[in-house]
Every structure is written in C-alpha cells, then in structure tokens.
C-alpha cells in the first residue's frame, strides 16, 4: 500500500524550539573523561584540555543546548570540590557509575568554557539528593553574580573574571530513582524550598527545571504540577528505548534480528504517547501552556559491548538508532507547543553517542548524522502535516510504516523529514503540497541508509554509514512521488 503526505505549506503549527535538539553530557564511563576532557598536557590535540577533533565534530551539529554533570551523578556532585588548582581538587567516587574515583578536573569552569566553545547554552542540574540548600544557592551566586562577595571573590581568583550566562537550572534528576527515592508530595516540597534561592542576579534569567516523571508514572506529573507547577519553568520526562524484554536484559547494539528491530522502534515511538498523556495532566494546571515538557533523557539503552565495563554504558550505534532518533524528532515536531527542549542521552561514549572514541581515534555514528540531517528544523515553524501511512506488521503487533514531519525556515523553504521503518519494503510515497505558490519547487535531499539492518561505522570504517544525496523524487506543481528504500532516513528541501 501506498503513504500519502499532505502539507498544509501555508499552516503552521507552532516553533520548533532549537533546543529539542540539545545533549546531554554526564560524569560516566568514558563521556566526560577521555571523551571529551584530556587535560592540556595530553598527546591528544586539545583546546584548553577539551579534544579538539571531537569538538570540531560537535560544533557541526549547531548545539544548542549541553545538560551537566548528570543524570544520577549530579545527586551526588558537590560543585565546590570541581573548582580551583587542579592538584587540590577532591576526589571521590563515582557510585552509580563503576565505583571508579573521579578527580574533578572537569568542573564548573571547564564546562562553561565548552559551552563557549560549542556556542551554547548551559542546563546545569543541581543537586538535591545528598547537596544542601545554600550549596545549590551559592553555585548560582558563584557563576551568575557580579559584586562584592566571597563567592565571587573566589570565581575570580579562579580565572573567571565577568559572571557566565546561565539560562536552564534543574532542580534534581531522577529524584524518584538515584535522585533520592523520594515520593512526589517529598519531592514536590523540597522543590519548592530548592528553587525558591536558585535566584536571578541582574539580568541573567534561569529557567527552572522541576524533576519530572519515569516514563509512564502519570501520578507524579500530577502531583508536580498541582502541588509546585507555579514555581516552575519546565518539567522533564525520561525515556528510553531498550532492545530486550526488559532492564536485565536490553539487547545488543549490533547483534540483533528484525524482531529486536521491530522492537526497539515500538519502544522509540511510545514517546507519543508519554508526551501526550503528561501533556493532558499538564493542560489541566497549565492550560496556557507556559510549563515546557523537557525531555531531558531520551535514546537507545542496550546491553553494553563486550568487554566493556558494565558501569560506562559504552554501545555501538547502528542505523536502528539512527532511525530511532528520526522518527523521535518528528514526534518532537509534532508537540513543538509543548516540547520546549530534549537532550539525548548521551553526547560521547555513552548509550545512543553523537561520537565515539578509541585513544586518538573518533568515529561519528549514524545518530550524529540524523542530528546534522535534522538541524534545518532548528527554530523553524511546524507545519500542519497529515500522513496516512501502511503499517509494518511483526507478529501479532504492528507499527506505522513511514514517519514524517516538515517545517518552514526564516528563508522560506520547506524541509521534510521521510523515514521507512519497514527493512525490507520499500515505501511509495506521494506528497500533496497544499497552499504551494508558485511554480514547481526546486528539490534536494539526503538520505541515511544501508544494506545492513545493523550498519555501523567502526574505527576501522567510519564511514560506512552517512548520508548521500538523495534525488530520485519526481516533482509536480502539486507535490512529489518517490520511492523511499526500506530502513532509511531521508530530509528533502524544497525551494520556491
Ligand atoms: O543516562 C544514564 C542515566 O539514566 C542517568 O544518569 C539517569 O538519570 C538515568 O537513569
């Protein structure tokens, strides 16, 4: 059967905010270490201490926004012992992840400086499970404040002579799990108390982010939002896609069959319905929608790579991922209203990577080349979309054959995001482009895709997966037609 596409060209739905393409960088495995951070006097070329291929890498992807130093890790992150002569810093150990010891030698001034150097925004998460009250108030002070005070003081006797921009601030992560173990009424309350000193000093703005819920615990996003929704500025939701029948047993990265690609597509595409069910319980205290759903953990989870230590959640990446991250976007796209921000997790080495490293080595997965894909929707407005699609039946269960999205840009032009989710189909595809002026469209496209189900790039090849470009559309004043090969990810521009 065939998909039909219809765009409203001329109907916007709502902005896409660039930050639904943000990342997520937390003190685990080989992410921050290694994967980022090598320190000045490493053989690795290095911009002040921060690898410079894996930063020239990410500066192709336009981020827009990093979170930092966790997940579960910031529970445990007292800031103070990351700032300061790198010799005096205190060590301590990393629990949840490896039980290895963490010298702090990435701190507050070493991320805030990659922010500058990715061109970013800052989403630092605070700690409520084991930090106090006035460390949280005193972290914002010592990055944001400018007089005459010890913190600042001490900021500057640390290098950093001017206050840093900080605009996102998490109250928490995960509080219900790592985060403390609390229940929503504790959380909610301690919410309040927290943010109540994570203050705004002259005229920086901080948004502020209650922890939100795990996955498909609805009561808790009730609770936040009833009992602290006034209080803040965004609520986040975690999700994540394994590729097993459960958390003992996720599957692997790159060995796997078309039942486990079935399934890990099923459980990419549940991220409708969680967004949209919180979304009602946030519609009924937040009807104007000013509370923005971050979903600041999304992405694939498998077993680890053999051999790895089980605590760095070090995977490959394959095509599957890539398609995992495309048709999440559309989702994305599709409540743009309420979907104010999401980070993958995470940005190096760890789960669903942008980038992946051995020693001096880098290699760039096929979920990075989805995020350069995609960057065209950054900041563009949503278009009115409606997509009548076949579906791909495994078993007894079946999942939509394509997935779609389009936008319009500052310039004008049209982008469209097409994925086949079938591997073996391929996918005939009209697109009807409704409130179209003008003559036909100019169009150019990039496509994703492989041969292989579990296509990956390797240290060895790293280029076995990455976009070619894509022409074989037929274009009319009314719309195209094309052919969509099975298992890929393709984005087309249309130009007036
Ligand atoms: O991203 C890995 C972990 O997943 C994070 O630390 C935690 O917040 C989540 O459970």
Same mark, same amino acid.
Request: with cysteine.
């Given at each position: 059967? *065939?998909?039909?596409?219809?765009?409203?060209?001329?109907?916007?739905?709502?902005?896409?905010?660039?930050?639904?393409?943000?990342?997520?960088?937390?003190?685990?495995?080989?992410?921050?270490?290694?994967?980022?951070?090598?320190?000045?006097?490493?053989?690795?070329? $290095?911009?002040? /201490?921060?690898?410079?291929?894996?930063?020239?890498?990410?500066?192709?992807?336009?981020?827009? #926004?990093?979170?930092?130093?966790?997940?579960?890790?910031?529970?445990?992150?007292?800031?103070?012992?990351?700032?300061?002569?790198?010799?005096?810093? *205190?060590?301590?150990?990393?629990?949840?992840?490896?039980?290895?010891?963490? $010298?702090?030698?990435?701190?507050?001034?070493?991320?805030?400086?990659?922010?500058?150097?990715?061109?970013?925004?800052?989403?630092?998460?605070?700690?409520?499970?084991?930090?106090?009250?006035?460390?949280?108030?005193?972290?914002?002070?010592?990055?944001?404040?400018?007089?005459?005070?010890?913190?600042?003081? +001490?900021?500057?006797?640390?290098?950093?002579?001017?206050? +840093?921009?900080?605009?996102?601030?998490?109250? !928490?992560?995960?509080?219900?799990?790592? %985060?403390?173990?609390?229940?929503?009424?504790?959380?909610?309350?301690?919410?309040?108390?927290?943010?109540?000193?994570?203050?705004?000093?002259?005229?920086?703005?901080?948004?502020?982010?209650?922890? !939100?819920?795990?996955?498909?615990?609805?009561?808790?996003?009730?609770?936040?939002?009833?009992?602290?929704?006034?209080?803040?500025?965004?609520?986040?939701?975690?999700?994540?896609?394994?590729?097993?029948?459960? +958390?003992?047993?996720?599957?692997?990265?790159?060995?796997? &069959?078309?039942?486990?690609?079935?399934?890990?597509?099923?459980?990419?595409?549940?991220?409708?319905?969680?967004?949209?069910?919180?979304?009602?319980?946030?519609? @009924?205290?937040?009807?104007?929608?000013?509370? %923005?759903?971050?979903?600041?953990?999304?992405?694939?989870?498998?077993?680890?790579?053999?051999?790895?230590?089980? !605590?760095?959640?070090?995977?490959?990446?394959?095509?599957?991922? =890539?398609?995992?991250?495309?048709?999440?976007?559309?989702?994305?796209?599709?409540?743009?209203?309420?979907? @104010?921000?999401? $980070?993958? =997790?995470?940005?190096?080495?760890?789960?669903?990577?942008?980038?992946?490293?051995?020693?001096?080595?880098?290699?760039?997965?096929? &979920?990075?080349?989805?995020?350069?894909?995609? *960057?065209?929707?950054?900041?563009?407005?949503?278009?009115?979309?409606?997509?009548?699609?076949?579906?791909?039946?495994? /078993?007894?269960?079946?999942?939509? @054959?394509?997935?779609?999205?389009?936008?319009?840009?500052?310039?004008?032009?049209?982008?469209?995001?097409?994925?086949?989710?079938?591997?073996?189909?391929? %996918?005939?595809?009209?697109?009807?482009?409704?409130?179209?002026?003008?003559?036909?469209? @100019?169009?150019? /496209?990039?496509?994703?895709?492989?041969?292989?189900?579990?296509?990956?790039?390797?240290?060895?090849?790293?280029?076995?997966?990455?976009?070619?470009?894509?022409?074989?559309?037929?274009?009319?004043?009314?719309?195209?037609?094309?052919?969509?090969?099975?298992?890929?990810? #393709?984005?087309? &521009?249309?130009?007036?």
């Amino acid at each position: 059967m *065939k998909g039909t596409i219809v765009i409203q060209t001329d109907v916007s739905t709502g902005r896409i905010n660039r930050n639904i393409y943000g990342q997520f960088a937390e003190h685990l495995g080989r992410c921050i270490y290694e994967g980022m951070w090598v320190g000045e006097d490493s053989s690795i070329p $290095n911009t002040n /201490g921060i690898r410079t291929d894996v930063l020239e890498a990410l500066q192709k992807l336009n981020i827009p #926004v990093l979170r930092w130093p966790g997940g579960c890790f910031a529970d445990e992150y007292h800031w103070k012992d990351g700032v300061g002569p790198y010799e005096s810093r *205190k060590r301590m150990v990393n629990t949840h992840w490896g039980r290895v010891v963490e $010298n702090n030698h990435f701190g507050t001034h070493e991320f805030l400086m990659l922010c500058e150097l990715l061109e970013c925004e800052p989403y630092i998460c605070g700690n409520v499970g084991s930090g106090t009250v006035l460390e949280m108030q005193e972290w914002i002070e010592y990055m944001t404040f400018d007089g005459d005070t010890p913190m600042v003081e +001490w900021r500057k006797q640390n290098g950093r002579e001017e206050p +840093w921009r900080l605009t996102y601030f998490g109250v !928490g992560n995960e509080n219900w799990g790592c %985060g403390g173990n609390m229940r929503p009424e504790y959380y909610a309350d301690l919410y309040r108390r927290y943010q109540t000193y994570v203050r705004n000093f002259g005229d920086n703005r901080i948004y502020k982010i209650a922890c !939100g819920s795990n996955g498909f615990d609805f009561r808790w996003t009730e609770v936040l939002m009833r009992e602290a929704g006034r209080f803040m500025d965004g609520l986040s939701l975690h999700h994540y896609s394994i590729g097993g029948p459960n +958390w003992s047993e996720k599957g692997s990265a790159i060995d796997f &069959t078309e039942g486990d690609w079935f399934l890990v597509l099923k459980n990419a595409l549940q991220m409708d319905e969680l967004i949209q069910r919180h979304s009602t319980i946030m519609d @009924q205290y937040d009807p104007d929608q000013r509370v %923005g759903l971050i979903v600041d953990e999304w992405g694939t989870w498998y077993n680890v790579e053999p051999g790895t230590n089980p !605590g760095f959640l070090y995977q490959q990446n394959t095509l599957r991922d =890539a398609l995992v991250a495309a048709v999440t976007f559309d989702i994305f796209h599709r409540y743009c209203n309420r979907v @104010q921000m999401a $980070n993958i =997790a995470q940005m190096v080495n760890v789960l669903q990577a942008m980038v992946l490293t051995e020693g001096a080595k880098l290699l760039c997965t096929p &979920t990075y080349h989805v995020f350069e894909m995609f *960057k065209v929707y950054q900041d563009a407005e949503a278009l009115a979309v409606d997509l009548q699609t076949p579906d791909y039946a495994w /078993g007894e269960e079946k999942i939509p @054959q394509f997935s779609t999205s389009a936008c319009k840009d500052d310039s004008g032009r049209i982008h469209l995001s097409l994925t086949n989710l079938h591997p073996h189909q391929v %996918g005939d595809l009209s697109v009807a482009l409704r409130g179209w002026k003008g003559a036909k469209p @100019q169009v150019s /496209g990039r496509i994703l895709t492989s041969s292989e189900m579990n296509a990956h790039n390797t240290f060895a090849s790293p280029e076995q997966v990455q976009p070619e470009p894509f022409d074989d559309v037929q274009v009319s004043e009314d719309g195209l037609s094309l052919q969509l090969p099975p298992k890929s990810v #393709v984005v087309i &521009t249309l130009q007036p």
